[in-house]
C-alpha cells in the first residue's frame, strides 16, 4: 500500500481499477538513422500522421453536434496535422538531420511550442496543450504504444495520467470514470475543472504518481484529503467503502428541518443547543431545532432589581426550564457578574479593568451567600429534569476543587434538611481563560464537560478589549492562537471522553463551523435563530475536510490568513 | 503556367485577433487554391505561411493590425481575395457581421 499526496481540486471518495494514460513528456530518446534508412524512417511518421488523422476523424463523427467546443478542438488538431510548417520541419529533420521519427517529430514540436509559448496573448499560448497533444498521439502510433480510448471505456475506470488533454477532457466516456489522479495539474487544470464539473473526485499534482501506479492497479481517491491509495489494504478498503457510501448521501437544499440530523455528510454527528437567558426563551430553542440549551445565563435573574432572587424564586425559574427543555438538556451557568454585565450592588464598583477584575466565579466564590443560594436551587431543580451545571470564568484545577466544594456543601445542606434534590449533577467548566484552555488535560480529569466561551477566551488570549473601538478590529476568534487553545481543550476532552461545546459568539456564526468542527468541536450553542444555519452548515461539510482546515488554521500565519482559508473553504 | 502574385491589405476587425479559430478558417481558404499565400503582420514586421495553423497562430496579430496578404501562383488573384474576405468578416465574430477592407 503507497499513499501518495497530492492536490485537493475534487471531493468525494472513488475507488476502482486504475488505467494509466501515456505521458506527454514522455522523453523522447535522441536517435539517428543511417541515411539508408532515411525513406523507411520518412514513411514511419507519415504512416503514424495517417494513423492519428483517423484516429481524430473518428473521435470528430462519434460527438455530436452541439459540442461546438470540442468541434473547435479537433478541428485545431486536424490543422496542425495538416500543418505544411510542422509537417515540413519534421521530414526536414528526419532527412537532413537524419532523426529518427519520434526524435524528429518531438524537436519540431518543441520548437513549435517554444514559439507559440512566447505570445503574449493566452488564446494563443494556450494552443500548446493542443500542440502537445497532437505530438502524444503520434509519437504513440509510432512508438506502439497504446492510446487509452477515453472516449469509450469498457468499465468504470480512475484515470491516472500526467494530465488530461483538451481533448480528453472533452471527448470523456463520463458515465465510465470513476474518478481522477494527475501528475501534474491544478486547481484551474482541465481535469480539475471537469471533475468538479462531473462531481467525481480528483486528486492532481500528485509527484510520482507513474512511477507508482501500473495499469489495472486498485486505486482510492481520497477527494477530501486529496490523497491516493495504491494497492490499498484490506482494512483502509473497508474503511473507504464506508467514507464512499457516507458521502454519496445526497445533501439537503436550503430547507433545514428540525427532524435532520445535524451530521456532516460523512456522517459525524453533532449536538445543537441554544443559549438563553430567561425560560422564556425555551420554546424558540425548540422551535429552531435546538436539542436543549446549552448555556442558560442566570445572572440575567439577577440584573435589574433592589434585592437578588431567593431560592424559592430561582427554583421556580430553574424547576420550569427543565421540564421545558424536556428529554434535551439544561445546562445552567452560574451567574456570571462583572465585566459588560455589571450589577453595582453584588461586585465592587470603579475597578480600572472590569473584564479582569472581580467576575463571575471569583464573585461568587467571594459572596458565598449569593451562590449558596443558587446552588441550592439548582439542586433542587435538577431532579425535574436533566440539568448539568457549569461555572464561568474558572482558572484551573485548584479553582474548580474550591467551587466543588460549594456543590457538594449545598448538597450536604439539602440531604440533611431532606430536601429532594439531585444527587448527582454533572458538573462542568467554561474555557474562557488561556490558563484553563491549557490546563485542560488536568481540568478533564476533575470536570464532567466543557463548554467554552469564545468571546472571552479570544480576548484574554489575543489582548484585545472587543468593546474597545480602537482596538475591537483585532478581536479574531479564528485566529490560529485562540484555535490552537480551543483544541488543547477538545484534546484533553476527547482523551478523557467528556463533551466539549461552544458557547460564544463563535458557535453560532456558520462561517467559522467547518474550523470549529476540525478543531474537534461538537456541541454548538448559540442563540436559537442561528441553530438552522449552523445545521445547514454541517450537513454541507464533510469532517475530513474540516479537519484539513483546522490544520490549516493552527500553522497559519494570522487572523487573517484564517480568514482567507475559511473563505476558500466556504467557496468550495 | 502563367505565375502572377496578388497583394491586398486588410485590418484586423474582430476584438480578439488572430487566434486559434480565425487561424483555422484562414487556413480552410487559402488550402482551397494552389498558391502560396502568406500573411505579413506590418506592425511585427513577421510573415506567416497561410496555409500553417501555428505559423499563423504566431503571427500576433490584435484587433486592429493592418496585414498584407500576398498571394503566388496562377490562381493567386482568387485565393489574395478570398484570404482577405476571410479576414475582413471578422470570423463571424464581430457584432455587426462586418469588416473593414481597404
Known sequence: ?572 | MLVTEAVRFVTVPNPQGIHARPCFQVVQAANKYRADVSIENSREGTIANAKSMVDLLTLNAPLGTRLKIIARGEDAVAAATEVERVVASGFGEMSDGRGEVQ
Open chain 1, 1 to 572: 500500500m503507497i499513499v501518495l499526496k497530492g492536490q485537493r481540486v475534487s471531493d468525494g471518495v472513488a475507488i476502482g481499477q486504475c488505467t494509466v494514460l501515456s505521458q506527454s513528456d514522455v522523453k523522447v530518446k535522441e536517435g539517428y538513422v543511417t541515411r539508408e534508412r532515411i525513406e523507411a524512417e520518412v514513411r514511419r511518421f507519415k504512416k503514424a500522421l495517417k494513423e492519428t488523422e483517423e484516429d481524430i476523424r473518428r473521435l470528430r463523427d462519434a460527438q455530436s453536434s452541439d459540442l461546438s467546443d470540442v468541434r473547435a478542438i479537433i478541428d485545431t488538431h486536424l490543422s496542425l496535422l495538416q500543418d505544411p510548417n510542422i509537417l515540413g520541419s519534421i521530414e526536414s529533420h528526419i532527412r537532413n538531420q537524419l532523426y529518427t521519427a519520434p526524435y524528429a517529430v518531438a524537436q519540431s514540436i518543441a520548437y513549435f511550442a517554444g514559439r507559440l509559448k512566447s505570445i503574449d496573448n493566452p488564446m494563443v499560448s494556450s494552443k500548446v496543450a493542443d500542440l502537445y497533444d497532437v505530438e502524444r498521439r503520434l509519437l504513440d502510433h509510432m512508438l506502439g504504444g497504446q492510446i487509452v480510448q477515453l472516449a469509450k471505456l469498457s468499465r468504470p475506470l480512475i484515470i491516472v495520467g500526467d494530465d488530461l488533454t483538451p481533448t480528453q477532457a472533452a471527448t470523456l466516456d463520463r458515465k465510465n470514470v470513476l474518478g481522477f489522479a494527475t501528475e501534474r495539474g491544478s486547481w484551474a487544470s482541465h481535469t480539475a475543472i471537469l471533475a468538479r464539473a462531473l462531481g467525481i473526485p480528483a486528486v492532481v499534482g500528485v509527484p510520482g504518481i507513474s512511477q507508482n501506479v501500473a495499469v489495472g492497479a486498485t486505486i482510492i481517491i481520497d477527494g477530501f484529503k486529496g490523497e491516493l491509495i495504491v494497492d490499498p489494504d484490506n482494512a483502509t478498503l473497508q474503511r473507504y467503502y464506508k467514507l464512499r457510501r457516507q458521502a454519496k448521501r445526497k445533501h439537503t437544499g436550503d430547507h433545514v428541518s428540525k427532524a435532520l440530523k445535524s451530521e456532516t455528510r460523512d456522517g459525524e454527528t453533532c449536538e445543537l443547543y441554544g443559549n438563553i437567558e430567561t425560560k422564556a426563551d425555551i420554546p424558540r430553542v425548540i422551535e429552531f431545532g435546538g436539542m436543549g440549551v446549552g448555556l442558560f445565563r442566570t445572572e440575567f435573574l439577577f440584573l435589574g432589581r433592589q434585592e437578588p432572587p431567593d431560592e424559592e424564586e430561582q427554583y421556580e425559574e430553574y424547576r420550569q426550564a427543565a421540564e421545558m427543555v424536556g428529554e434535551g438538556t439544561l445546562t445552567i451557568r452560574s451567574m456570571d457578574f462583572g465585566g459588560d454585565k455589571f450589577d453595582k450592588r453584588v461586585g465592587e464598583l470603579g475597578e480600572p479593568n472590569p473584564f479582569m477584575g472581580e467576575r463571575a466565579i471569583r464573585v461568587s466564590l467571594k459572596r458565598r451567600d449569593l451562590f449558596r443560594t443558587q446552588l441550592r436551587a439548582i439542586l433542587r431543580a435538577a431532579v425535574r429534569g436533566n440539568v448539568r451545571l457549569m461555572f464561568p470564568m474558572v482558572m484551573d484545577v485548584g479553582e474548580f476543587r474550591r467551587v466543588r466544594a460549594c456543590v457538594d456543601e449545598a448538597r450536604e445542606e439539602l440531604r440533611k434538611a431532606h430536601v429532594k434534590h439531585a444527587e448527582k449533577i454533572a458538573l462542568g467548566t467554561m474555557v474562557e481563560l488561556p490558563s484553563a484552555a491549557l490546563n485542560a488535560s488536568r481540568l478533564a480529569d476533575e470536570v464532567d464537560f466543557f463548554s467554552i466561551g469564545t468571546n472571552d477566551l479570544t480576548q484574554f488570549c489575543l489582548g484585545v478589549d472587543r468593546t474597545n473601538h480602537r482596538v475591537s478590529s483585532l478581536f479574531a476568534p479564528f485566529h490560529p492562537a485562540v484555535a490552537r487553545l480551543i483544541r488543547e481543550v477538545t484534546r484533553a476532552a476527547w482523551r478523557r471522553q467528556k463533551s466539549v461545546t461552544v458557547c460564544g459568539e463563535m458557535a453560532g456564526d456558520a462561517f467559522c463551523a467547518p474550523l470549529l468542527l476540525g478543531l474537534g468541536v461538537r456541541g454548538f450553542s448559540c442563540s436559537p435563530p442561528h441553530i438552522p444555519g449552523i445545521k445547514r452548515t454541517i450537513r454541507s461539510v464533510y469532517l475530513a475536510r474540516c479537519l484539513d482546515l483546522a490544520e490549516h488554521a493552527l500553522r497559519a500565519d494570522d487572523a487573517q490568513a484564517v480568514r482567507e482559508l475559511l473563505e476558500t473553504f466556504a467557496s468550495h
